[in-house]
């Protein structure tokens, strides 16, 4: 039972990094700026003529790292106003309990 165990885990190991070498063999993983993706080329040569505008559409890794870094920025500011507004917001708070709790 160990030995067939071990032996599935290593096919999926093995299954996992054939299929990275192969993507990366293909130039799916190329993150050089100006250098078209060879994998996208060929996939618009070869396999998909037709939908070579679905494949321009795809945006480039370093318009994905600026995107990815405005979203993050934006997480920030943010964050950082929720907490220069906290204490503000909590005293408004605690006023507002006050004033209803003489009311009373």
């Known amino acids: 039972a160990v ?6 885990r290593a096919s999926k190991l093995g299954l996992v990094g054939g299929a990275l ?3 990366h ?3 799916v ?5 100006g250098v078209p993706n060879p994998a996208a ?8 003529p037709e939908a070579a505008a679905a494949v321009d559409s795809v945006p ?12 993050w920025n934006d997480g920030v500011s943010a964050a950082c106003s929720w907490l220069a507004r906290a204490p503000s917001s909590l005293t ?8 209803s709790q003489r009311s009373e």
């Open 41 to 48: 080329s060929r996939l618009r040569r070869d396999i998909l």
């Open 29 to 33: 993983w190329s993150l050089q700026p």
């Open 25 to 27: 063999s293909a130039g």
């Open 92 to 99: 408004d708070a605690c006023r507002g309990l006050l004033v």
């Open 21 to 23: 070498w192969a993507t």
């Open 3 to 8: 030995l067939i165990t071990w032996l599935i």
């Open 60 to 71: 480039s890794a370093g318009q994905l790292v600026d995107q990815a870094a405005g979203q």
